[in-house]
């Protein structure tokens, strides 16, 4: 049952994103990437993972995805120059793309999990966010700090970049 | 896990939190001052960096801390000293820079600290999560740097080949820690080694996680074919950042390259050894060949650039101390010949793009002979002529190269030294044989910050190649536990 929801779920994914490269409209492919997006936060539920679903949604389905759309308006994308520069490559990234996923495919299905699975079997995992919050306040505490310092730097960077652009080159 | 277990230890980290200290300081003070003061910024990090240098050489502690995902061993110690270095030398010549391209904004001096702390989380990291947090702070920083002069359209355009390319780099490197994680269950690096060993050599997730992983160390080591970014990334960023880039960025990665395939995959190393001995051989050749057809000198040097990076890779294939403590002392080199050469190409430079073609060098010797001099100081260390540290540094890898059998390994590096030497030469004939183009045109004077930053790099030059022992001695000791680890 669980399987039969994975490949519903993994196959409107996929063509949704084939859709969002291959649709002309701009705004019709921010659409069905919110459509792929949120298939996906669907597999994190099968894969007992409601935080991560629940943080798919927010930021990419939620943020990001507002600010796709709003980029969109802003620029006011011309339908046909987006075909002429994107779809000139299309054959050659469909070959890429074949061969890529063919190598990875048989990879990950040879593949095996040598190692134990470790502590979290399913009913530790069924208190998710608890062990989420838990270890990223423990173990990736260090890491978890310095990303602070990564979304300072991206702040400075985007109004360093913007600011100057307004001042008319800052000259 | 109890907080024990954990080992909050605050002073394995005390060079980066200085520096990200420091950068905050900076980005303060940064609101008080005038636009024309802005250079005081400079001032106020160079003097930071330069009491942080001996507290980053001594933090040293044997256990690793945070959770096991922070190793302040000699190792990282030893990096924390090469980025603080290339961050004096580059803030150094930035200050002059920026008030020459008309962009004196304070946000640059903290950015470009915000990066050296990338760069020593990446040195630091015992754990891949850590490594990948490390290498987005300082790929960041880079990108808002190199599109620092946003009104220029090169450099606009630089900045978005290196973002985007970055950004796919990142997502390889990613997708290649998942796979690892997949197959060892972990992202410790001393966990992995535990289970890559022979027996898992076959293992479709364990190779296809290295070959991941080391394309996207390839990308940031600019390493044919991931080069595409560097040259127009070096061409369109501020020199000072170009300098920064090549010298900082190109360290942090190898740093984290040694680290990750020594310790972790040492145990599969017949499985990545053919991945790296063809990329090192391709992007020796191909770096020095294509080098030789530029025009520009950043385009030029950033092509150099791409052939040390090529020749440094033989250090990780040799697989003993002498090869990869040669790849620390080469890294140290080359920051201080490298630096030197851009000092040389930012004091030159004037806004709008003039004074970057090889051209613009003709007959600099009579108008400037010392910096003339000093220039071919720097571009035969590049080269690799004795009595420089340039000389020792390809001596040390290729030799170690020999040692562990890797002949024609050895055979393309000299090769490619060879033809390397034909466009360092060119530069320093142009400026040494050939009459001006143009003797109304009025050069630059080299004020007090670029005098220092030459004679510094001068002196690390000549020293490292006149006297390696105790940097190499240096290096050694700080790779051997990395050995160590592997026999028991």
């Known amino acids: ?30 659409v069905f ?73 048989y990879y990950a299905l040879k593949g095996s999990i040598t190692a134990p699975l470790g502590e979290y079997n399913e009913a530790a995992l069924a208190r998710n966010t608890e062990v989420i919050g838990r270890s990223l ?35 | 896990m109890t907080l024990n277990d954990l080992n909050i230890n605050l002073a394995s980290v005390l060079p980066q939190l200085l520096v990200t200290g420091l950068g905050l300081l900076v980005l303060v003070l940064d609101l008080f001052l005038d636009k024309k003061s802005k250079a005081a910024l400079g001032y106020v990090s160079i003097a930071g960096l330069l009491v942080i240098l001996p507290i980053a050489f ?3 502690s044997p256990e690793a801390s945070f959770g096991k995902m922070v190793m302040a061993d000699p190792f990282s110690a030893f990096f924390n000293v090469v980025f ?50 490390g290498l987005e702070l300082m790929a960041l920083s880079f990108y808002v740097l190199v599109a620092y002069r946003v009104d220029e359209r090169r450099s606009v355009e630089g900045a978005l080949k290196y973002f985007v390319l970055g950004a796919l780099s990142s997502g390889v490197l990613l997708y290649g820690i998942s796979y690892v994680y997949g197959f060892s269950g972990s992202t410790n690096l001393a966990q992995i080694a535990r289970y890559a060993v022979n027996g898992a050599g076959g293992n479709p997730f364990l190779s296809l996680g290295i070959a991941l992983i080391a394309i996207g160390f390839c990308f940031k080591i600019a390493a044919f ?12 960023a501020p020199t000072p950042v170009t300098a920064f880039l090549s010298v900082g960025s190109k360290a942090a990665a190898f740093a984290a390259f040694l680290r990750v395939f020594i310790t972790a995959f040492s145990g599969v190393r017949p499985q990545w050894s053919g991945l790296i001995w063809t990329l090192s051989a391709a992007t020796m050749v191909f770096g020095s060949v294509v080098a030789i057809s530029q025009k520009n000198i950043v385009r030029m040097l950033a092509y150099s650039s791409i052939a040390h990076a090529g020749i440094i890779m033989i250090g990780l294939l040799t697989y003993d101390t002498a090869g990869a403590s040669s790849v620390m002392y080469y890294l140290l080199v080359y920051a201080f010949m490298n630096m030197g050469a851009f000092t040389v190409v930012a004091l030159f430079i004037r806004d709008g793009g003039a004074g970057e073609s090889i051209s613009d060098y003709k007959g600099l010797a009579a108008r400037r002979p010392g910096i003339a001099f000093l220039m071919s100081l720097f571009l035969l260390a590049l080269a690799g002529i004795p009595p420089t540290g340039g000389f020792t540094a390809k001596f ?29 030469l060119k530069v320093i004939f142009y400026m040494y044989m050939k009459e001006p183009d143009d003797y109304q045109q009025p050069l630059p004077e080299a004020d007090f910050t670029y005098n220092v930053a030459l004679l510094a790099a001068a002196a690390g030059t000549l020293i490292l190649g006149i006297y390696p022992a105790p940097f190499v001695d240096m290096a050694m000791e700080a790779i051997k536990p990395f050995f160590n680890f592997l026999a028991f």
């Open chain 2, 84 to 133: 603080i270095i290339a961050a004096l030398f580059s803030v150094l010549i930035s200050m002059d820079y920026l008030k020459k391209v008309n962009v004196q904004r304070g946000e640059y001096y903290c950015i470009m600290l915000f990066a050296t702390v990338g760069m020593m989380i990446m040195a630091s990291a015992a754990d891949l999560i850590n490594l990948y947090v």
């Open chain 2, 225 to 236: 074919p991931f080069h595409m970014w560097a040259p127009d990334a070096y061409e369109g």
């Open chain 2, 396 to 424: 040390f890898i290729l030799a170690s190269a020999i040692d562990a059998h890797y002949y024609w390994l050895a055979v393309i590096g000299v090769l490619a030294t060879a033809i390397s030497l034909f466009f360092y």
């Open chain 2, 58 to 60: 001594v933090t040293v």
């Open chain 1, 33 to 105: 990437l919110i459509v792929c997006l949120l298939q996906v936060a669907a597999v994190y539920i099968l894969l007992r993972a409601p935080f991560l679903a629940a943080v798919q949604v927010f930021i990419y389905v939620g943020a990001v995805m507002v600010f796709f759309l709003f980029a969109v308006m802003v620029l006011d994308l011309g339908t046909e120059k987006l075909k002429q520069h994107i779809h000139s490559q299309g054959g050659p990234a469909v070959v890429i793309v074949a061969a890529m996923s063919a190598v990875l495919g």
């Open chain 1, 1 to 30: 049952m669980e399987q039969l929801f994975f490949y519903i779920f993994a196959a409107i994914a996929v063509i949704s994103a084939i859709c969002v490269i291959s649709l002309r409209n701009a705004v019709h492919s921010a």
């Open chain 1, 137 to 171: 306040f423990t173990q990736y505490i260090f890491p978890f700090e310095v990303v602070s310092v990564v979304l300072l730097a991206a702040l400075i960077g985007a109004v360093v970049l913007v600011s100057r652009m307004k001042a008319g080159g800052g000259r």
